[in-house]
């Protein structure tokens, strides 16, 4: 066999060696029944029969060290001195990995197998307590994103499909359409454990993050906590405009992430960061941000509310890019407006993937944008609207209007500029 690029077979066999014994340094603290020497010798070994290049050999090798982590357990159990327990086992099998690594040449690899191998093992007690400490519907949610992210979007097609009706059409890529989805359980799921760790430490949190996740779920906490306690009003006025806040950073995010490759929109950033910076500067003079609100989220993100976003995308995408084509860019407007309504970040999403194709300019996407959000600030001031507590609903309603006046002006600016 070939030397390594460790430089010779000496160097191969001391390195692999090195890392069992690495490898069984948390065992021997730990008082398992195998230590560091039982680790060296065993990637030791994985590592002399590789170099040997006999396969037969290298099969036996791991049998009998599966017999050996089977023995080891057994042995555990019938002196009391340790539960059963597979973990030292699968650490011997995967240290033979190791040294079997080592001699074939991935070095880096064999490193990289070691050093998590070793965490593993090591954050024992914080990785026992974060598996205790989720519940059903996050190991749910979990498994939903991996399905979403690493199963569904690989087989999807990565070329472009034009749909056609008479004599329009728009292309569009399938992977793209469902980038959307996994985008959004993405967020949610950041969302959560954000809100999970800190929201009880107020409206600045709760409002904001809450507002990532779903905005109409802000809305109708406010709603419920300011029929309550007409004294809540100012907090909840902010909340909800922290809600906008949110909302306007989550299509910022889409309009540069699904332009990064293709030309990025900058024509986006200005209006959109006034939109939120506005919000939040309202936000601060018409609460008190100390005061703890709860928003109730049950769940990281639901494969509904996932596919519901996804689809709105598609949709919006197909009418969109249909109306554009048809009745030009006010038929685009149009478009974004009403689906705003719906969902903004399916909108934006939509005009991103039209500025993309090239079937839009990037003053016509900024645009479609701004009515999208403009047209989410308006569903949220309408829902408030209905509150019994008038200081509540008129306070969402003014600020709601200064919001979109600003915004108003920038893109004005802009597109001019």
Do not use: C
């Not at 011997?92 to 191998?117: D, H, K, N, Q």
């Amino acid at each position: 066999m070939e030397p390594t690029i460790l430089g010779s077979d000496v160097a191969t066999l001391v390195f692999a060696a090195a890392l069992g014994l690495f490898l069984g340094l948390e065992r021997e603290l730990s008082e398992k029944s195998a230590g560091i020497r039982t680790f060296a010798f065993v990637s030791l070994a994985a590592a002399v029969f590789t170099i040997l290049d006999q396969p037969y050999l290298l099969a036996v090798g791991g049998l009998l060290v599966l017999l050996l982590g089977g023995v080891l357990g057994a042995r555990g159990v019938v002196d009391s001195r340790e539960t059963l327990s597979l973990t030292t086992s699968a650490s011997l099998l995967v240290t033979y990995g190791v040294g079997a690594l080592v001699a074939s040449g991935f070095v880096l690899e064999s490193v990289a197998v070691a050093v998590v191998s070793s965490l593993l093992l090591v954050l024992k007690q914080e990785l026992h307590g974060v598996a205790e400490a989720l519940s059903r519907e996050e190991v749910r949610s979990a498994a939903e994103f991996a399905i979403l992210a690493f199963v569904i979007y690989p087989l999807l097609p990565a070329n472009q499909r034009t749909v056609g009706v008479g004599e329009v059409s728009v292309a569009f890529e399938p992977r793209i359409v469902w980038l959307m989805v996994v985008f959004v359980a993405g967020i949610g799921i950041v969302n959560y454990a954000i809100v999970r760790a800190y929201g009880g430490r107020g409206i600045a949190v709760t409002g904001f993050f809450g507002g990532l996740a779903s905005s109409t779920a802000v809305v109708g906490s406010m709603l419920d906590h300011v029929s309550q306690n007409r004294e809540a009003a100012p907090y909840g006025v902010a909340a909800v405009l922290l809600a906008n806040a949110s909302m306007a950073l989550r299509n910022l995010a889409i309009a540069l992430f699904f332009t990064f490759g293709t030309g990025l929109l900058y024509e986006a950033v200005v209006p959109l960061l006034a939109v939120i910076v506005g919000a939040v500067v309202i936000a601060a003079y018409t609460a008190d941000w100390s005061i703890p609100v709860d928003i109730d989220l049950t769940t990281p993100f639901t494969m509904r509310y996932a596919l519901a976003v996804g689809t709105v995308f598609l949709v919006v995408l197909l009418v969109g890019g249909f109306a554009e084509d048809a009745f030009g860019t006010s038929g685009l407007y149009v478009a974004a407006a009403v689906s705003g309504l719906i969902s903004s970040a399916g909108a934006t999403a939509s005009a991103v993937v039209l500025y993309s194709n090239g079937t839009v300019t990037g003053s016509e996407a900024t645009i479609a944008i701004l009515l999208a959000t403009a047209a989410s600030i308006v569903v949220k001031a309408g829902l408030t609207a209905l509150s019994p507590n008038r200081d509540f609903a008129r306070g969402v309603v003014v600020w709601s209007a200064v919001l979109l006046a600003t915004a108003a002006i920038v893109t004005g600016a802009v597109v001019v500029l």
